[in-house]
């Protein structure tokens, strides 16, 4: 048995060497533009055009405070948090209840009306956005947040709901059997016994919507045509006309875009990580 495990260490050993390197290949990969990006933000214009793909040299905001007066990017940073966090909270609140109840309520009907919901993932958004746009203009929600809102929500329920019913699947039906012999609600059971068992996955679900929300460019260009409301990715979009050659400003805008983003991430870690953990995705 030694002489064996001593045969096998050594492979072993070569396949964790090798499984560290290439993970350390792909996040230096990954890491790269992100590093580039927050470099070239902190040159002065002077470095940004001797040296454009180096690291800093000198220390600056110059850049960041363009992006912020020129740019306005603190008004698209703005209206990118009144788009998003309304339609995450709403897309992740219906999400869980909507997972909830296809994945724990017996009601008639229940199959056919989850895969009509999870059709709405195998339909394109190219293929419905022009009706859209006159379906919101006859509503009078055109060049409105609120219609805005509704078109980010609605775009994640189906993936949401899918998600939320996978992981509500995976827990132990003994739990609610238990709250209901106990004489509980169907809202006492889902607020006060699934609904924290569920954290980790509204966690990871949060940051999928957040994230996708968030960076969306096509929704806002269409349905904001007035341009009283511009997100940062269509402000950074505009705000890039005529700027090829000045990067330094490009480059900021680019971090103001991705910075709440990898804060959010970073604050929501540990739930995501224990959403895959668990089993979030299991179908």
């Known amino acids: 048995m030694t002489a064996a495990t001593s045969r ?59 992006a912020w007066t020129v740019g306005d990017f603190g008004s698209y940073l703005l209206d990118s948090v009144l788009l998003t966090v309304p339609s995450t909270a709403l897309a992740v ?39 859209l746009y006159f379906q919101l203009r006859s509503m009078g929600l055109l060049d409105t947040l609120i219609g805005v809102v ?10 949401g709901t899918f998600f939320m019913r996978a992981f509500f699947s995976d827990l132990p039906e003994e739990l609610d059997q238990a709250a209901r012999i106990d004489g509980a609600s169907e809202a006492r059971i889902f607020t006060q016994v699934m609904l924290p ?21 096509l929704v806002p260009l269409l349905y904001l045509p007035g341009g009283e409301y511009r997100p940062l990715t269509t402000g950074l979009y505009l705000f890039a006309g005529g700027r ?18 990898v804060v959010l991430f970073i604050g929501l870690q540990r739930q995501v990580t224990e959403g895959f953990l668990s089993g979030a995705v299991k179908g």
């Open 93 to 131: 609140v219906l999400s869980t209840m909507g997972g909830y109840a296809f994945a724990r309520l017996p009601f008639p009907g229940r199959s056919v009306a989850f895969y009509l919901v999870v059709l709405g993932l195998l339909v394109p958004f190219f293929a419905y956005m022009i009706p």
């Open 8 to 66: 096998v260490s050594p492979r072993r050993r070569t396949g964790t060497m090798s499984r560290h390197a290439l993970l350390i290949v792909l996040s230096l990969l990954t890491l790269f533009p992100v590093i580039l990006i927050v470099s070239t933000t902190l040159k002065t214009r002077q470095d940004v055009k001797v040296n454009p793909f180096g690291l800093f040299s000198t220390f600056s905001f110059e850049n960041l405070e363009r």
């Open 150 to 159: 509704l078109v980010l929500t609605s775009t994640g329920l189906s993936f």
């Open 197 to 217: 068992l569920a954290t980790p996955g509204i966690g990871t679900l949060t940051v999928f919507t957040f994230l996708q929300n968030w960076n969306n460019f």
């Open 244 to 261: 090829s050659v000045d990067i330094g400003p490009l480059a900021a805008g680019a971090l103001i875009t991705i910075l709440p983003v």
